[in-house]
């Protein structure tokens, strides 16, 4: 069956402007977590979605949104970007059924000029 | 204030040898742990995990080790193999692993040399 998928997998912005970025879990799925990946921080969470509902927060700013829709698909928006938001953003699904693994997506790259 | 550590971020170790991979924590709210591999432009991919009602898992050539009191677990692979080369996250949750919540060290590449 078809993995995680994220749209776009690269992208340019500049400080100030905002972006979104897109999830497609595994079929099934009903969980989308979004996770941020730095070089200096290793991946940190950002937030999970289940049913339409955001269940847990990490630490960013209010910058950082995100929201799922009724078929799972998650978007992830981050607002005035700034250079320290340059990052690999990764996306994973899970079923909820026992102890839960996450299955992650390629990621999408984002590069703040 | 990190609470998953991984204090090595890289290892090299010969093929057919043992990898170990180590990996710290201070939550101890945390019971279960996981270890994800990441190839250079792909997603995590799910290795193994371990629930903290035990102290040891194996997965073909992978186990992983928990010590609850010393708050330390590790992943052995035995025998490495140059396709192991990778970076290696250890990750942590609460809920028994429901939390899909997980906390990440920052990794630790390793390198298996033919």
């Known amino acids: 069956k078809a993995g995680v998928t994220q749209t776009p997998r690269y992208l340019i912005k500049t400080r100030g402007q905002q972006v979104t970025l897109s999830c497609s879990p595994i079929?099934?799925?009903?969980?989308v977590s979004w996770y941020q990946q730095t070089p200096g921080q290793g991946l940190q969470f950002l937030f999970e979605?289940?049913?339409?509902?955001?269940?847990n927060k990490g630490n960013f700013p209010g910058r950082f949104s995100g929201r799922q829709f009724s078929n799972s698909r998650s978007e992830m928006n981050v607002s005035t970007l700034e250079l320290g938001d340059s990052a690999l953003y990764l996306c994973?699904?899970?079923?909820?059924?026992?102890?839960?693994?996450?299955?992650f997506g390629a990621g999408s790259r984002l590069t703040v000029l | 204030d990190q609470q998953v550590k991984q204090n090595s971020p890289s290892l090299s170790v010969q093929e057919g040898r043992i990898s170990i991979l180590n990996c710290d924590y201070t939550?101890?709210?945390?019971?279960?742990f996981l270890w994800y591999k990441k190839y250079p432009a792909e997603g995590p991919t799910f290795l193994i995990s371990?629930?903290?009602?035990?102290d040891k898992n194996e997965d073909g050539r992978f186990t992983v080790f928990l010590n609850k009191s010393a708050k330390h677990l590790s992943l052995h692979i035995v025998p490495s193999q140059p396709g192991d080369s990778a970076v290696y996250f250890c990750?942590?949750?609460?809920?028994?692993?429901?939390?899909?919540?997980?906390?990440f060290g920052k990794g630790t590449l390793l390198t298996v040399n033919p």
């Open positions: 994973a699904s899970g079923t909820q059924q026992g102890a839960n693994v996450l299955t």
């Open positions: 079929s099934g799925h009903r969980s």
């Open positions: 979605y289940f049913s339409e509902t955001q269940r």
């Open positions: 939550n101890s709210m945390f019971d279960y």
């Open positions: 371990i629930s903290s009602i035990k």
């Open positions: 990750a942590a949750t609460d809920s028994g692993g429901s939390n899909y919540k997980l906390t």
